[in-house]
């Protein structure tokens, strides 16, 4: 069964520094999504993007994050300047369209330090 | 502002026995709402889907209830096994937009 994968299953960094997170969303889907969920806490959407552009973005994604797709399989979530605030599970999705289900995949824990 | 909350935060119950987990959503233009399953240490699964032209969708022992007159959404696990325990969560969205809007997650406890 086709999954969504992510890369690293942890990652922690210091405070300032860039991360990004890795994921591989389901290959036929066209649309993919980045959430975050701070610990104990409900599942925030933090930004959608398709056809090579962002189509919808929470406040929570400021200028210090941004995504790409930069070949056909890898979707990235890029943190310019890390601050502990941003210490959270970040999790990717993708659909086959806006309207349907969501799958995510299992995860990247951020520990900023 | 929009938001899907939930009414119980823990929920224990019984092997054997049923469970409902309850949910509210206020977006009135919601016309999509998914349950997912989120068990420790792992990403949301999917469980069960309902789009706003029903009621009632059944789904292996899951059962999800919709009811648009007081924006409320439920769902109901029959005969709870140990691995029904996790974190369950609404969601919704609307075809006006992309993102999930999800509720606070009630913990399912199911006790021996």
């Known amino acids: 069964e086709p999954e969504v994968t992510q890369t690293p299953s942890h990652q922690v960094t210091q405070m300032g520094q860039e991360v990004i997170l890795r994921c591989v969303p389901i290959s036929n889907h066209l649309y993919f999504y980045w959430y975050r969920q701070i610990l104990g806490q409900k599942v925030e959407f933090l930004v959608s993007?398709?056809?090579?552009?962002?189509?919808?973005k929470s406040e929570i994604f400021d200028d210090q994050f941004s995504v790409e797709r930069p070949d056909g399989s890898n979707f990235t979530l890029k943190i310019r300047s890390t601050k502990l605030e941003d210490s959270a599970m970040y999790f990717c999705?993708?659909?086959?369209?806006?309207?349907?289900?969501?799958?995510f995949g299992p995860g990247t824990r951020l520990t900023v330090l | 502002g929009e938001s899907v909350g939930l009414h119980l935060p823990t929920l224990s119950v019984q092997e054997g026995d049923n469970s409902i987990i309850n949910c509210a959503y206020s977006?009135?233009?919601?016309?999509?709402f998914i349950w997912y399953k989120q068990e420790s240490g792992k990403g949301p699964q999917f469980i069960i889907d309902i789009r706003s032209n029903m009621d009632k969708r059944q789904g292996q022992r899951v059962t999800v209830l919709l009811n648009k007159t007081v924006k409320h959404l439920s769902l109901q696990i029959a005969a709870t096994q140990p691995g029904d325990s996790a974190v369950y969560f609404c969601a919704e969205n609307s075809d006006s937009n992309y993102q999930l809007i999800w509720g606070a997650g009630t913990k399912l406890i199911i006790k021996p």
């Open positions: 993007f398709y056809n090579n552009e962002i189509s919808e």
């Open positions: 999705a993708s659909s086959a369209d806006n309207y349907n289900e969501q799958f």
């Open positions: 977006n009135s233009a919601s016309d999509y």
